[in-house]
């Protein structure tokens, strides 16, 4: 049997009468990187908080590596390091006197210090940042070192919540390549993020949390097959070729096709498949060829993942984001 990094059983937190985390049910195993995904307000900071032992549960089970995180916090806390959704190093320090300072603060003599703080800005590509002040990186420099601080000691498991969120394209793979890195070394990563694509591009499992409660849960490839592997979206030449594609791609690719406000564009779901994507790729470019075939001129298409409103409209029936104008 997998040793479990965390096992939650109907975890709950209530602040006042919003119970934001609502009968919690994570089992992790260990050695991976376990995608907690979910909108604004699901819940994901203040179950990662419970589990890095810094807010108390209202109820509930909540087991890392075996150890209750109420009854036995510090041997929690041994073995767990947590990158917060807004970090902690010091403003008005460099990469690398943070770095020193907090492997200091863990009880690293100074010259060892100093050689694993070396170490992971190297590792982190923030060699030529190393001496300058946090004040001054960029967004994607700062996440970097952020995860750079809660790995100083190799924890077995590292909370990063939501590492990517307004990072640019180029900071946010290197995070991703870090990540990869970071559980190549044997630590279990409990990653939280809005992405859909950042979870299927990293997790191993993927959680889907709304109000509290986890809503869906399974492997990426499964998940995906769940709620269909991506939309197809086509722009027409002729408006009036519209009817006859919408009935050609709704045949080929066996779904409902979206007419959009724009008359010459239209969308399908793909349905997925366990193994991913190039299934989607391949229905979509036999519906498009459908099209070819029968003299309807495409000027553009593209085929994207599902967006996390598309997830939780599959899930749900309605998208993420109502959430907010609800609450
Ligand atoms: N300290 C607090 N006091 C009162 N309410 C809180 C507190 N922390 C969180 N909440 C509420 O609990 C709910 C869950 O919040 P949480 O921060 O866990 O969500 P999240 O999934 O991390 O969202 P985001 O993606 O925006 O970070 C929200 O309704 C939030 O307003
Ligand atoms: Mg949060």
Redesign the pocket.
């Known amino acids: 049997m997998t040793e479990l990094a965390i096992e939650t059983s109907g975890l709950v ?1 209530s ?2 009468d ?1 119970r ?2 609502d009968g919690l049910d994570l089992s992790v195993p260990a050695g991976i990187v376990y995608g907690v995904l ?12 419970m589990l890095a032992t810094l ?1 108390r549960p209202d109820g509930g089970q909540a087991r890392v590596f075996g150890h209750d995180v109420r009854r036995e916090a510090d041997a929690v806390r041994a073995r767990v390091s947590l990158t917060g ?1 807004y970090a902690s190093v010091d403003e008005d320090l460099s990469g690398m006197e943070n770095l020193v300072l907090l492997a200091r603060l863990l009880g690293h003599r100074k010259p060892a210090a100093r050689d694993r703080a070396r170490e992971l800005l190297e590792a982190f590509g923030l060699t030529e940042a190393a001496d300058r002040l946090v004040k001054n990186y960029s967004g994607g420099m700062r996440r970097r070192l952020d995860i750079a601080a809660s790995i100083l000691n190799t924890p077995d498991l590292l909370f990063l ?2 590492p990517t ?1 307004g990072l640019d394209p180029r900071s946010r793979n290197q995070v991703w390549d870090i990540i990869r890195i970071v559980v190549a070394h044997g630590t279990t990563v409990l990653l ?1 993020t ?1 992405y859909l694509e950042e979870a299927d591009r990293l997790a191993g499992r993927i959680a889907v ?1 709304d109000h ?1 409660k986890v809503i869906a849960e399974g492997t990426p490839g499964r998940l995906k097959s769940s709620i269909g592997a991506g939309a197809v979206h086509v722009r027409l030449r002729d408006a009036a070729q519209r009817p006859e594609a919408e009935r050609l791609l709704s045949a080929a690719l066996g779904t409902h096709v979206y007419l959009e406000a724009d008359p010459v564009a239209l969308t399908a779901r793909v349905a997925g498949a366990d193994n991913g994507e190039r299934v989607a790729a391949e229905q979509a470019s036999l519906a498009l060829a459908e099209l070819a075939r029968a003299g309807i001129v495409v000027d553009d298409f593209s085929l994207g993942q599902p967006s996390l409103d598309e997830v939780f409209l599959a899930l749900t029936d309605r998208p993420a984001s109502e959430k907010e104008i609800a ?1």
């Open positions: 937190k602040f006042g919003n934001a985390v979910g909108p604004n307000g699901a819940g994901k900071t203040t179950a990662v908080r807010l959704q919540d939501e969120t939280t809005q949390i509290g609450a």
